[in-house]
């Protein structure tokens, strides 16, 4: 790698990333149902029908996994906590096996050094709050926040920083406008109640994690810089239209109370009836701001139904999602984050990576390719700090091959190679480049 630690501030963390059903193994330890449960188990859904009852063991395996977090030697872990893990109906009685297993997580952590930094929640909802309509019945928000004090209450005294909901356009829009996610629903009317009450539910939760007397709590937005296919009026408009409801609609809300009228064009007449009255708990103010960035997307104008575009595919290098790898996209929105919504609050980068097929060869994965994103997406990092913006933290996706959702065990977006037969860990190229860029 090119970069390496002394390029950057003094304090500047770095660290990795996970999610609970992605690796934990769903199976195990008392955890209740989810959607993506059903979800996976109804055909058609996920390649080749896979699910998360294994994923990668790391309800058994984690001591061993913080080990290679504290080898490579980042400074600190991002991973999420599961809510049917601690409350298998969603409410009423934690699940004592859940509850404990996190508590052993955040000890193993602060055993090697290594700074805890919890999501509340990445995309599995409880089934039995699934049956009455999830995130789009208006009392999720309240579910939620109960859960929040529920796990918080067991390890929120250790923890460096706390997340509420990971990613609000993918628990929205990916899962019930686009029908790709669990509950793998295509209607816009629960859609638009999903985009306003995920924000809802992130600013009752921490409106109840203050009350606790936590603190360093934040929100974690996902984006994709948009740019039109033509310099026509049409597809310029279609850019502002997909920028409005991917990447400002809920950095809107929760930092100026409002939504862009480019999302409100489509939505408005789907919203919950009195949707405005809810800024003042969805503007609840936050510590810090999370970016999760990958990528960008180029739009074209159609005249189908609104958002009335499609996606066009760019002429850049891909990654093995199809994604476009474009690292300027990752230093215009931390400026434009900075400018627009947040000025002094710090940011963080809470996601960046790419998925390989990385294969094994002679017991070693030489991903190369993954070396060169992260050292061409840190340095889009230091030219925002280099033009003041606060950034505090940078952070991969993924410490380890992980079950990718609707694409199964097949997308590969670790550091850390994963056999999903005898579930064998392997450090790839890249984790030993990064060990050796965080030691210089």
Known sequence: MQVKRSDFPDGFLFGTATSSYQIEGHGFGGAGQTHWDTFAATPGNVVR??????ACDH?????????????????????????????PEGRGTPNAEGLD???????????????????????????????????????????????????MGRIGDRMHSIATINEPWCVAWLSHFEGIHAPGLRDIRATARAMHHVLKAHGTATQAMRAMGLGNLGAVFNMEWAKAATDSAADEAARARFDGYYNRFYLSGVFKGEYP???????????????????????????????????????????????SLRDVEGPLPKTFMDWEIY??????????????????????????????????????????????????????????????????????????????????????????????????????????????????
């Open 261 to 307: 009228a480019e999302g409100l064009e489509g939505l408005e007449p789907h919203l919950p009836q009195g949707w405005q009255d809810d800024f003042a708990t969805i503007t609840t103010p936050v510590d810090w701001c999370g970016i999760n960035y990958y990528t960008r997307r180029i739009v074209e104008a159609t005249d189908g139904a609104w958002p």
């Open 101 to 151: 297993f996190y508590d052993r997580l955040t000890d193993a952590m602060l055993e090697r050094g290594i700074k805890p930094c919890v999501t509340l929640y990445h995309w599995e909802m409880p089934s039995a709050l699934a049956d009455r309509g999830g995130w789009t019945n208006p009392d999720v928000a309240q579910w939620f926040a109960d859960f929040a004090q529920v796990i």
């Open 59 to 87: 309800y058994h395996r984690f001591e061993a996994d913080l080990d290679l977090v504290k080898a490579a030697g980042f400074d600190c872990y991002r991973f999420s906590t599961s809510w049917a893990r601690v409350l």
């Open 327 to 440: 690292p300027e996209g990752l230093y215009q929105f931390l400026t434009r984050t900075a400018r627009e919504y947040t000025g002094d609050t710090p940011i963080l980068v809470t996601e960046n990576g790419m998925a390989a097929p990385d294969a094994m060869t002679n017991g070693a994965v030489e991903d190369t390719h993954r070396i060169n994103y992260i050292d061409d997406h840190l340095r889009s990092v230091q030219r925002a700090i280099a033009d003041g913006v606060p950034v505090q933290g940078y952070m991969l996706w993924s410490l380890l091959d992980n079950y990718e959702w609707a694409l199964g065990y097949e997308k590969r977006f670790g550091l850390v190679h994963v056999d999903f037969d005898t579930l064998d860990r392997t450090p790839k190229a890249s984790y030993h480049a990064l060990a050796k860029a965080l030691r210089t």
């Open 49 to 54: 029908a896979e699910h998360g009852l294994r």
